[in-house]
């Protein structure tokens, strides 16, 4: 495999200043990084480098024998840190996304490092003392909304991190930041090297029994690029093992790809991330004690849209019961089926996309396989940027001329209705072993209005399956929605048009940020979408009506699970860090535990079981009902087009930009969601959604 970071001999000296492309002048166009130069090498002297200058930066705040201004402290700080920005959003986007040894390697040592500068800044009490002169005589200042705004931020962020803390415990504090950062490195590549370190051989017809033809290309195609030749290979990359669960009639071999899939992370040895969670857990409990909260999804949870534990209890435990209900209905006619197939054992989890598919056919003569081919990534693309084209005015060219991290990066500068430069756009869509599973959304560089200004440049990475050698990859409608929710990401990124940096883009609260997102999948199912773009990868001809009347008649099938499957990870996820300050100990027995107090069926396992669920370690820690919670908000959004009579309704998609899209942390979360509908969201809309209203 090609990769941006060529190796080199660990013995060879660090890169001296002038020589790392890091830290000299970025010539490319639009100031974008420059790839093509960077080595592993070359990060940790230029992350040192940056810290020193950001240290120098901030004492000259903290020193400043002036009194506190608006423009001396929260200007000055939203000025500071330019070049390790720079650097470290480079490094972690490449360590996630096209990772080596060596780049793991920095991380490990880096990792405690960043989370220590950071803890240092907001835990210098000569900082906070300036920032909360500032809060206090905040209703004095004449300040505009935004500025208003971003100081309150400023000084909730302090408060959180233990700005108010007695010297002993600011000791603990950053003893237990520089630890989690750490356990969150660690587990994250954990959880790599068991998805590199398995692979699924198909080497028989029997094998490849019950397979359409898409899915053969793709495993064929992951075979050839895995070196082994002549077969097919199934991978952990969720587009390839949940295409073989669904459509593979090998019942063993399907329980073999399961058991890998769920046990990622839960093995005996070095990948073992059972331990990490209980640490990390503990860890965080602590912390919330610090800080005078009872656990840390109460800590948690203060600065979100939900406020408190009950809440987000309520919300899930409603949704629960409903979904609960379906998929005992749901598993029943999955029984059924098996039992007119000649199989009379129980449903068991490797058995439930097999036999949902059938029941799908059956009910809705409605078949996956046949949809693929109207489903051609590049379509999806560019039905992606149609609708953005459509609602905000966007225009996409492709710059091919523009460095990349990797060969299969592509590459678009977004432009507004009047042809100015808004942003760049980066799409890395195919799996390999050197990414992270799972799809997100990141920025190289984020908007922002101070000085010069600066324009996004923003990056969805995705782990689609490639289609056969000089064939395209052909997508399923579960694919084609995870393009669409990143994008919904990327554009709140690349929309956001804000003055300061720590406001900017998606820097919302975390039950917000998921609307976006959320949202955009919406208009992937709209008429008006499929007919123009869902288009046969070989005729090029437009999906039959019938066809997409049948998607469009199944799109509730199949949700009880699927509604299970999520919010039994998010139940146990804050069963987690509710646990009131109690060690976890055995964190599988816990997890056993949890389900079996909520009654989950015995036919359908988490989405993401403990060792595994990456979203509870990192930023979604006490946060995966987040998902639900927006999910209330989009149905609701959505239902204003709807309402409208145009799915593109001009007046509605002009206040979703205004209030949503481009707005950034400006305003409250609430406030900007009632400024854009004109009152708060109703939760009818996502039952009517997920197919559970009553």
Not at 22 to 48: N, Q, V
Not at 158 to 182: D, H, M, Q, W
Not at 452 to 464: A, C, E, T
Not at 585 to 594: M, P
Request: hydrophobic share 40%.
């Amino acid at each position: 495999m090609t990769v941006a970071i060529r190796r080199k001999p660990a013995a060879k000296a660090p890169p001296k200043p002038s020589s790392n492309p890091l830290t000299s002048k970025w010539t490319a166009s639009f100031g974008m990084p420059p790839f093509g130069k960077i080595e592993a090498r070359h990060f940790k002297p230029a992350l040192e480098a940056a810290f020193r200058e950001h240290n120098a930066e901030i004492e000259k705040i903290a020193a400043n024998p002036a009194r506190p201004t608006f423009a001396n402290t929260i200007l000055a700080l939203e000025k500071s840190g330019w070049q390790l920005s720079r650097v470290a959003s480079v490094f972690w986007n490449l360590e996630a996304s096209d990772s080596t040894p060596e780049l793991q390697a920095v991380a490990r040592d880096m990792a405690p490092r960043f989370a220590a500068h950071e803890t240092r800044i907001l835990l210098d009490k000569r900082l906070f003392k300036r920032v909360n002169d500032l809060f206090e005589r905040r209703d004095t200042l004449k300040l505009s909304d935004e500025d208003r705004r971003v100081l309150e931020r400023h000084h909730l962020e302090f408060v959180r991190a233990g700005a108010r803390l007695s010297p002993a415990e600011k000791s603990r504090v950053k003893e237990i930041n520089a630890r989690l950062a750490t356990l969150v490195t660690q587990f994250m590549q954990n959880v790599l090297k068991d998805e590199q370190s398995w692979q699924l051989v198909l080497e028989t017809e029997n094998d490849l029994a019950g397979l359409p033809p898409s899915l053969r290309d793709s495993a064929e195609r992951a075979a050839r690029d895995a070196g082994v030749q002549g077969k097919a290979l199934v991978t952990l990359a969720r587009s390839s093992v949940e295409g073989f669960l669904t459509f593979s009639s090998r019942r063993d071999l399907r329980e073999q790809a399961f058991d890998a899939w769920i046990r990622r992370g839960a093995h005996d040895g070095e990948t073992d991330n059972r331990q990490i969670v209980a640490e990390a857990v503990a860890l965080r409990s602590e912390y919330a004690r610090l800080m005078g909260f009872k656990s840390f999804a109460e800590f948690s949870l203060q600065d979100t849209m939900a406020k408190t534990p009950e809440a987000v209890g309520d919300l899930l435990h409603s949704v629960w019961r409903k979904a609960v209900k379906r998929a005992s209905e749901e598993r029943d006619a999955l029984l059924a089926e098996a039992q007119r197939s000649g199989d009379n054992s129980p449903i068991l989890p490797w058995d439930w996309r097999y036999y949902a598919e059938k029941v799908r056919k059956a009910k809705f003569d409605f078949d996956e396989s046949k949809l693929q081919p109207y489903l051609e990534l590049d379509n999806m693309i560019r039905a992606a940027f149609d609708c953005a084209t459509r609602l905000f005015g966007l225009k996409f060219k492709e710059r091919n001329d523009l460095p990349r991290y990797h060969p299969e990066v592509r590459i678009w500068e977004v432009l507004d209705r009047s042809g100015a430069h808004v942003g760049i756009f980066m799409g890395d869509y195919f799996a390999r072993s050197s990414k992270r599973s799972g799809a997100w959304m990141s920025a190289f560089r984020s908007q922002h209005k101070l000085a010069k200004g600066q324009s996004p440049i923003i990056v969805n990475v995705l782990n689609f399956a490639k289609g056969a050698d000089g064939a395209p990859a052909l997508l399923s409608f579960d694919d084609a929605r995870t393009l669409f929710h990143e994008f919904g990401h990327a554009l709140h990124g690349l929309l956001s048009n804000v003055t300061y940096p720590s406001i900017s883009g998606t820097a919302v609260s975390r039950d917000f940020v998921e609307l976006p997102s959320q949202l955009y999948e919406h208009w992937l199912s709209t008429r008006e979408v499929l007919e123009k773009h869902a288009r046969h990868y070989k005729s090029g001809k437009p999906m039959p009506k019938s066809l997409r009347d049948k998607l469009l008649a199944a799109r509730n099938f199949n949700q009880g699970f699927a509604t299970v499957e999520y919010t039994s990870s998010a139940l146990v996820d804050m069963a987690l860090y509710s646990a009131n300050g109690n060690p976890i100990g055995d964190v599988e027995r816990f997890e056993r535990e949890t389900l079996n107090e909520i009654g989950m069926p015995d036919e359908i396992v988490m989405r993401h079981r403990l060792p595994h669920f990456m979203h509870i370690m990192s930023g979604y820690a006490a946060g995966y009902y987040s998902y639900l919670w927006s999910e209330v908000m989009d149905a609701d959004a959505f239902a204003a087009f709807e309402e409208a009579g145009d799915v593109f309704h001009k007046p509605t998609a002009k206040k979703l930009h205004e209030y949503i899209y481009s707005a950034g942390n400006r305003r409250d979360p609430h406030a900007a969601y009632v400024a854009f509908r004109g009152r708060p969201p109703k939760i009818d809309g996502l039952l009517k959604k997920r197919g559970l209203a009553a």
